[in-house]
């Protein structure tokens, strides 16, 4: 059984619709990337899965539990869309994280927030909050600011922080566009690393030989619709569409 199973999902913006019949589905373990222009809906695909948009039409299920179903007419709760959340754990491009607070304190504030009704320990949480910070190589950064770290750095902070609610689908959306060229390759090694561990993923990227080699399918948009999609080898070197040829031509250098 598929872990994610996304059905006709649909979003309008007032007259600009821009997702058009979405449908595909990912395997548990497997890494997903989409590929495509600015303004395709690659983002507002990521959004409507982690329920910061709400989709005009369309299911969403996670290991079979139906999560979204538009012809369902009851407005769910506030407390119920929160719970949704947490089956998709979210990496912003900006790092998003809160410059008041540690990198320790940014990857635990959520689980010390949910830590009663869970019954997890403080002390249990900063356990696993260090062990995180450690996985992406920053277990000399636990304490340390956000102004205090380059921007991979916060950016793998951000990746910490995501893992810490154990989402069963980690999402990327553009994960180094607000990168130095010179930081990308930190945040990929993390991304391949996670790849590497088997870990449920999407990822929204503009690295096409990233995702080639590290993406077991892949996805690509234009225009709100899926034009192509497969294993990534296959799409990214031999994309059989028209406009898939055209958008990867950019990327031949690679």
Same mark, same amino acid.
């Given at each position: 059984?598929?872990?994610?199973?996304?059905?006709?999902?649909?979003?309008?913006?007032?007259?600009?619709?821009?997702?058009?019949?979405?449908?595909?589905?990912?395997?548990?373990?497997?890494?997903?990337? /989409?590929?495509?222009?600015?303004?395709?809906?690659?983002?507002?695909?990521?959004?409507?899965?982690?329920?910061?948009?709400?989709?005009?039409?369309?299911?969403?299920?996670?290991?079979?539990?139906?999560?979204?179903?538009?012809?369902?007419?009851? @407005?769910?709760?506030?407390?119920?869309?929160?719970?949704? @959340?947490?089956?998709?754990?979210?990496?912003?491009?900006?790092?998003?994280?809160?410059?008041?607070?540690?990198?320790?304190?940014?990857?635990?504030?959520?689980?010390?927030?949910?830590?009663?009704?869970?019954?997890?320990?403080?002390?249990? /949480?900063?356990?696993?909050?260090?062990?995180?910070?450690?996985?992406?190589?920053?277990?000399?950064?636990?304490?340390?600011?956000?102004?205090?770290?380059?921007?991979?750095?916060?950016? @793998?902070?951000?990746?910490?922080?995501?893992?810490?609610?154990?989402?069963? /689908?980690?999402?990327?959306?553009?994960?180094?566009?607000?990168?130095?060229?010179?930081?990308?390759?930190?945040?990929?090694?993390?991304?391949?690393?996670?790849?590497?561990?088997?870990?449920?993923?999407?990822?929204?990227?503009?690295?096409?030989?990233?995702?080639?080699?590290?993406?077991?399918?892949? /996805?690509?948009?234009?225009?709100?619709?899926?034009?192509?999609?497969?294993?990534?080898?296959?799409?990214?070197?031999?994309?059989?569409?028209?406009?898939?040829?055209?958008?990867?031509?950019?990327?031949?250098?690679?």
């Amino acid at each position: 059984m598929a872990i994610l199973d996304v059905q006709h999902i649909e979003k309008h913006f007032g007259g600009t619709q821009v997702l058009r019949d979405i449908s595909f589905s990912l395997e548990e373990g497997q890494a997903l990337s /989409i590929i495509g222009s600015s303004g395709s809906g690659k983002t507002t695909l990521l959004r409507c899965l982690n329920f910061l948009e709400t989709p005009d039409k369309g299911v969403i299920s996670v290991r079979g539990e139906t999560l979204f179903d538009a012809e369902d007419t009851r @407005r769910p709760s506030e407390a119920e869309i929160r719970q949704r @959340r947490l089956h998709f754990g979210l990496v912003f491009q900006s790092f998003n994280l809160f410059p008041q607070y540690t990198a320790l304190q940014n990857v635990t504030l959520a689980r010390e927030l949910m830590a009663k009704e869970n019954h997890e320990s403080r002390d249990a /949480i900063l356990k696993e909050g260090r062990e995180l910070l450690g996985r992406m190589g920053l277990a000399d950064r636990a304490e340390h600011y956000p102004h205090q770290l380059s921007g991979g750095q916060q950016q @793998r902070v951000a990746i910490a922080r995501a893992l810490a609610l154990k989402p069963d /689908i980690l999402c990327f959306d553009e994960p180094t566009s607000a990168l130095d060229p010179e930081l990308t390759g930190e945040v990929l090694k993390v991304i391949r690393s996670l790849a590497e561990q088997k870990t449920t993923m999407i990822i929204v990227t503009h690295e096409m030989a990233f995702a080639r080699d590290v993406a077991d399918q892949v /996805i690509f948009m234009d225009g709100g619709v899926i034009v192509e999609q497969g294993p990534a080898r296959e799409v990214i070197d031999h994309p059989k569409e028209e406009r898939t040829q055209h958008f990867l031509s950019r990327f031949a250098q690679q």
